[in-house]
């Protein structure tokens, strides 16, 4: 199986990197506008893209405030069913380390999720750091 991994360095506190995370507002201000989730183990949540074209849909597996974030895929809109965003402060920081687990091959469909991933999660951290992330719609610029 292969894995996604990113490890990226976030100059802003982990609870505000974990609520970014988290909540249906932080979502739509890095990742999609098109978001629905509620911050609680069991949840359902959806986000659409280009128009809901691509739809994922997860389950809150697991929230460990200000540390860890694990969601299970839930459709088949990946290969791959695990989600995982693991927080650690460090003075004003905040290190995420980012996993997409379980692709059963290092294709195409995989490439695209690595390229993805790493544009949004870069959205983040400007989203953090500046105010102004790249949500879907306003990604047509990068993702092309």
Do not use: C
Not at 59 to 88: C, G, H, M, S, Y
């Amino acid at each position: 199986m292969q894995d996604i991994m990113h490890l990226i360095v976030i100059h802003a506190p982990s609870e505000r990197v974990y609520e970014a995370i988290t909540t249906v507002d932080g979502i739509r201000r890095w990742w999609t506008r098109d978001a629905e989730i509620e911050p609680k183990v069991g949840a359902a949540g959806e986000f659409g893209f280009n128009g809901k074209r691509f739809i994922a849909k997860v389950t809150v597996e697991e929230l460990i405030p200000v540390t860890r974030v694990r969601w299970k895929v839930a459709n088949l809109a990946w290969q791959a069913n695990d989600i995982e965003f693991n927080l650690r402060a460090e003075g004003n920081d905040t290190t995420l380390f980012f996993a997409h687990r379980g692709f059963p091959l290092a294709d195409e469909g995989f490439a695209s999720a690595t390229t993805r991933w790493g544009f949004y999660l870069l959205s983040l951290k400007r989203y953090l750091q500046s105010g102004k992330g790249t949500p879907n719609p306003e990604d047509s610029e990068g993702l092309g």
